[in-house]
């Protein structure tokens, strides 16, 4: 039985990965740690909790070595809007907390690491449709910056240290159990909550705006299916690009409309106009699909349909 270590277990996608990890493993062997204490009424507070800051390399070190963690789950960073409002503080967390939790796996020879990175090591030289697998990454966010380096520094280990280091480049996430935490995609999320909860959302990107998404079951099946791949069948380590669907702003404003006549999307595009301008509109996941059989089971309908039936019920609408 494997013994896991999820780092930023309380954030969107840690809150939703740690209790599929304790299904697979046992609640006990599967140790969630974020800076804090993820309220009792979040998804995966189940199980064992540790605080712990990723940039404490002495503390990621004890709770490796003392709990005998095999694999981890490292998904602790600062996302791209709150990145840009402080990028010092998204370079030490995604960058310094990344190469803490990097140096401990060699020290103690973890079995397997695995590491997100996002479309956001994307930037406008890139091609946008689809951005391919190899291609220019010059990203224009301090959040991209450090997913590509992120990206660089974990393939390093795998070749200078022969570590098992794997990563996803996500699309934006969506999802209904715990909120975004602060990125550019978020408006795809914060739209299902505002037209449940008010009929209304002030939209903060364009009408027109493109962009790759992904819904959690997506996120959470294809974060296992690499972690679960044989290695000698991957030619690549922490980059794989994953596609899901793609989908302007007012096309799912749309489809929230057919399940919901009364809803009025407004546009308002901020500062967050210009990431996602930056980034591709879709992705060519075609190395995850040969290598390790990537098909996701979302399209925009059958994601909204869902998304829209467990926030009616959480919200007794
Ligand atoms: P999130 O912001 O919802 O959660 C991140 C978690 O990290 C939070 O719970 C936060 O408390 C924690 N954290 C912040 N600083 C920390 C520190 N110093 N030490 C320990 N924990 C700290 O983010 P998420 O959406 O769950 O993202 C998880 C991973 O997936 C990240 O690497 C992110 O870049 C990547 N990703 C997410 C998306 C998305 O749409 N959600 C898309 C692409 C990539
Ligand atoms: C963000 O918008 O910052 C994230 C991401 C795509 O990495 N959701």
Redesign the pocket.
């Known amino acids: 039985m494997q013994r896991v270590l999820v780092?930023?277990?309380?954030?969107?996608?840690?809150?939703e990965l740690t209790p599929a990890l304790r299904k697979r493993h046992g609640t006990s062997n599967v140790i969630a740690?974020?800076?804090?204490r993820?309220d009792g009424a979040s998804p995966g507070t189940e199980g064992p909790f540790e605080i712990?800051?990723?940039?404490d390399r002495e503390r990621i070190r004890s709770l490796v070595g003392d709990l005998r963690i095999d694999t981890i789950y490292?998904?602790?960073?600062?996302?791209s809007a709150?990145g840009e409002a402080n990028p010092q503080l998204a370079w030490?967390?995604?960058v310094g907390?990344w190469a803490n939790v990097l140096e401990v796996a060699r020290e103690r020879s973890v079995g397997r690491v695995f590491?997100?990175?996002?479309?956001?090591v994307f930037g406008p030289e890139t091609p946008r449709d689809p951005a391919p697998q190899l291609t220019v990454l010059r990203p224009t966010t301090m959040?991209g910056l450090t997913?590509v380096t992120g990206e660089l520094v974990g393939d390093y280990y795998v070749h200078r240290y022969g570590l098992d280091v794997r990563g996803l480049?996500?699309?934006?996430?969506?999802?209904s159990e715990?909120?975004?935490?602060?990125?550019t995609?978020?408006y795809a999320v914060d739209i299902f909550y505002q037209a449940i909860q008010s009929g209304r959302y002030t939209c903060f990107v364009r009408p027109d705006t493109v962009l790759p998404m992904?819904y959690m079951p997506d996120?959470i099946k294809a974060t296992l299916a690499l972690m679960d791949a044989d290695f000698k069948r991957l030619s690549h380590h922490c980059d794989y690009n994953v596609a899901g669907m793609s989908f302007s702003a007012e096309e799912l404003a749309a489809e929230i409309k057919r399940l919901i006549p009364s809803f009025a999307c407004e546009y308002a595009p901020d500062f967050r106009q210009a990431i996602a301008d930056s980034w591709p509109k879709s992705l060519d996941d075609r190395l995850a699909r040969d290598e390790w059989d990537w098909r996701p089971s979302f399209d925009l309908s059958t994601m909204t349909d869902d998304m829209v039936k467990r926030l009616r019920k959480r919200f007794g609408k």
């Open positions: 780092t930023g277990a309380g954030g969107q996608i840690g809150s740690t974020d800076i804090r993820p712990a800051d990723v940039r490292h998904m602790a960073a600062i996302l709150t030490d967390v995604n907390g590491c997100p990175s996002s479309i956001a959040y997913k480049r996500y699309p934006g996430i969506i999802s715990t909120p975004p935490g602060g990125g995609t978020d992904m996120c």
